[in-house]
């Protein structure tokens, strides 16, 4: 079992820069896939973007693509998501997740495990 808890939510103005943290416990998930999701009031939680197990391989939604970029350091068991220009239509609490290898990075049902999410808030 792997429990993930993510970090570095915040309030920003717009244009501004976070950077999310997914850190992983119990079973490694070096494995794994790992995707970042959104969930912003009102709306349906949406794919932002993944990672393969090695880190080689990611892919962005176009909505961020340009702005997001996702990493993983598999010996820290952490995944990261560093948000640039940001706008306030990004404002959402962002999960991360994981499912195995091979699995649809897109597809929310392919994740088998997910954190409890972190806010973030951006200002006009």
């Known amino acids: 079992q792997v429990q993930l808890i993510e970090s570095g939510g915040g309030l920003v103005q717009a244009g501004g820069s976070l950077r999310l943290s997914c850190a992983a416990s119990?079973?490694?998930?070096?494995?794994?896939?790992v995707g970042w999701f959104r969930q912003a009031p009102g709306k349906e939680r949406e794919f932002v973007a993944a990672i393969n197990w090695g880190g080689a391989m990611t892919y962005a939604s176009g909505s961020v693509k340009g702005r997001f970029t996702i990493s993983r350091d598999n010996a820290k068991s952490t995944v990261y998501l560093q948000m640039n220009s940001l706008k306030p239509d990004d404002t959402a609490v962002y999960y991360c997740a994981g499912a195995p290898r091979g699995s649809s990075w897109t597809r929310e049902s392919e994740y088998g495990y997910w954190g409890q999410g972190t806010q973030v808030t951006i200002s006009s």
């Open positions: 119990g079973r490694t998930f070096k494995d794994d896939t």
